[in-house]
């Protein structure tokens, strides 16, 4: 499975900025898809996840400001981030979980960078 991030970028604080991931190679199977985050310094930490059945999950530093959906046609899933802050400046990272969950394969894209200035 390769996954292909984009859409990051600079923005000011309060912008919004859109991350894409497509997936492609040997995506049967493909379950949960997500984005995770890496800021300097410190642990890649979880930013949002979304199954194939729609179910989603989020941080609490991002609830009500980032949105992650799912285009299963496409294998493509997308993160909305709005009324970003400095403090979601980091790589954020594609996340492609395979089934059985926890005990499947997990592929991991690229990071692409987000810079917010305050």
């Known amino acids: 499975v390769q996954l292909q991030a984009s859409g990051g970028g600079l923005a000011q604080a309060g912008g919004s900025l859109r991350l894409s991931c497509a997936a492609s190679g040997s995506i049967f199977s493909i379950s949960r898809m997500g984005w995770y985050r890496q800021a300097p310094g410190k642990q890649r930490e979880l930013v949002a996840t979304?199954?194939?059945?729609?179910?989603?999950d989020y941080a609490d530093a991002v609830k009500g400001r980032f949105t992650i959906s799912r285009d299963n046609a496409r294998n493509t899933v997308y993160l909305q981030m709005n009324v970003l802050k400095p403090e979601d400046t980091a790589v954020y990272y594609c996340r492609a979980d395979k089934l059985p969950l926890a005990m499947g394969p997990v592929y991991w894209g690229r990071g692409t960078l987000v810079t917010v200035s305050s």
């Open positions: 979304i199954s194939n059945g729609g179910s989603t």
